[in-house]
């Protein structure tokens, strides 16, 4: 069973930062995509960013391109997504995920953290 660990959340002013971590207990063709999503209340789950193990093909959705940056570190089995000039509409539930390529995010064979409160105040 993967594990996804996930840290780093927490309470920010606009135009601070924040690092979220996520750590994956396996490196396989079932977690070779590793991503970032993030739920609102009352909004619908939408992904941020993802990306290979490899490093390749990072994505990112249109509202944070430029301030928000998915990167890896294959050594520890870690994805990190860097959040900069963050605004108070990025305030979510995070999650990170991780699934095989020719998965949607909505797949049940994606595989979930616990998520992580990122709370951006004005």
């Known amino acids: 069973q993967v594990q996804l660990v996930e840290s780093g959340g927490g309470l920010v002013q606009a135009g601070g930062s924040l690092r979220l971590s996520c750590a994956a207990s396996e490196r396989t063709f079932r977690t070779v995509v590793m991503g970032w999503l993030r739920q609102a209340p009352g909004k619908e789950r939408e992904i941020v960013a993802s990306?290979?193990?490899?490093?390749?093909?990072?994505n990112y959705a249109n509202s944070v391109k430029g301030r928000f940056t998915i990167s890896t570190d294959n050594a520890k089995n870690t994805v990190y997504l860097q959040m900069n000039s963050l605004k108070p509409e990025d305030t979510a539930v995070y999650y990170c995920?991780?699934?095989?390529?020719?998965?949607?995010?909505?797949?049940?064979?994606?595989?979930w953290g616990q998520g992580t409160q990122v709370t951006v105040s004005s």
């Open positions: 995920a991780a699934k095989n390529l020719g998965s949607s995010w909505s797949a049940s064979s994606v595989y």
């Open positions: 990306i290979t193990w490899s490093g390749g093909r990072p």
